[in-house]
């Protein structure tokens, strides 16, 4: 819990081990024999909430399967995301990027996996579809929202509608059947919300293209 507080109020490279030790009462030479240095402690730290926050997502679910489950997920995701705003923006550069210094990937992979294979089992995809580099593509769209909202290029209100576009505009190109459906439901509502207009194409990605996550200055922010 320190460790994250510092992260948000110090971003990465402000935090020291010195100030760690100070702040959580423990001797600096105790902290270094425990964790070795300031990656580890950090690293330990945002793993532990990002394990919780899907951890609840998980026990939330109930009953549901498949897509819906999916954007379960991602709803949780973004919740979570914005109940810890400062903490949140000062780790996104390291959970987007190839290094994925907090270790994200693995644990976001185990949840939406889950998500993405009862789909696949549920013929829901198209049969040349592979579910692992579904899952990439969704990884690398939500990660991508995720870096402008940091950058608060999107309202602190419209992430998770933005996550829910993101992932429409994978699923768009892959699903089929009533996965499909769904998908576009959620789609226009989220479209709606944001520009206040129904009007859509036949696929999401018709206006994911054309109002690309931070390439448009009308999108709109706080």
């Known amino acids: ?130 579910a692992d580099e579904v899952l990439d593509a969704i990884f690398t769209a939500l990660t991508g929202v995720l870096l402008v909202w940091a950058k608060d290029q999107i309202g602190m209100k419209y992430l998770n509608v933005y996550n829910r576009l993101a992932v429409c505009q994978v699923l768009a190109l892959v699903a089929r059947g009533k996965s499909l459906q769904q998908c576009m439901t959620i789609a226009k509502a989220a479209h709606r919300e944001i520009y206040g207009n129904p009007k859509l194409g036949t696929r999401p990605t018709s206006f994911m293209f054309q109002h690309r996550v931070g390439g448009n200055s009308s999108s709109p922010a706080i």
Not at 9 to 24: N, P, Q, W
Not at 98 to 106: K, L, N, S, V, Y
């Open 1 to 130: 819990m320190v460790a994250r507080q510092l992260l948000s109020e110090c971003g990465y490279d402000g935090v020291t081990m010195r100030d760690l030790a100070k702040r959580s009462g423990v001797a600096l030479k105790t902290l270094y024999n425990v964790y070795g240095g300031k990656d580890e402690v950090l690293i330990a730290s945002v793993q532990d909430r990002v394990a919780q926050v899907f951890e609840r997502s998980f026990a939330a679910a109930g009953r549901k399967r498949g897509v819906s489950l999916l954007f379960h997920f991602v709803e949780s995701g973004g919740a979570a995301t914005i109940a810890t705003p400062t903490l949140s923006k000062a780790i996104a550069p390291f959970v987007a990027g190839a290094a994925d210094r907090f270790g994200f990937r693995p644990i976001y992979y185990r949840c939406h996996k889950r998500a993405l294979d009862e789909m696949a089992l549920d013929g829901d995809f198209h049969p040349w579809v592979n």
